[in-house]
């Protein structure tokens, strides 16, 4: 079993920046393939980063391409989404979560591949 607890959320103005975190119980962690999705208000969950168990591999949603960095430290089972520009669009609660199949080479942008989930940290963003 893995416990994830985001942190990092707030409220911020358009063009701001903001890095949450997510910390991951167990050693499971480093084996792990990692993925941020977000829900907002009134509309489904929806995929925003992956990232593979050793960090050489990633892949965005286009609406948080070129803004949004996901990235791990696996030495701390930690996993970061770095967030620049932001829109109020960006506004919604994020969500961390873990591919339990270890070492996977394939990442996924999809939700019922993730097996483990946070319970959310919410991102508000001001125009």
């Known amino acids: 079993q893995v416990q994830l607890v985001e942190y990092g959320g707030g409220l911020v103005q358009a063009g701001g920046s903001l890095r949450l975190s997510c910390t991951a119980s167990?050693?499971?962690?480093?084996?792990?393939?990692m993925g941020w999705f977000r829900q907002a208000p009134g509309k489904e969950r929806e995929f925003v980063a992956t990232?593979?168990?050793?960090?050489?591999?990633?892949s965005y949603a286009g609406s948080v391409k070129g803004r949004f960095t996901i990235s791990r430290d696996n030495a701390k089972y930690i996993l970061y989404l770095q967030m620049n520009s932001l829109k109020p669009e960006d506004t919604a609660v994020y969500y961390c979560?873990?591919?339990?199949?270890?070492?996977?080479?394939?990442?996924?942008?999809?939700?019922?591949?993730?097996?483990?989930w946070g319970q959310g940290t919410q991102v508000t963003v001001s125009s």
């Open positions: 979560a873990a591919d339990l199949r270890p070492y996977s080479t394939m990442i996924s942008t999809t939700m019922r591949e993730y097996d483990y």
């Open positions: 167990g050693r499971t962690f480093s084996r792990c393939n």
């Open positions: 990232i593979s168990w050793s960090g050489r591999n990633t």
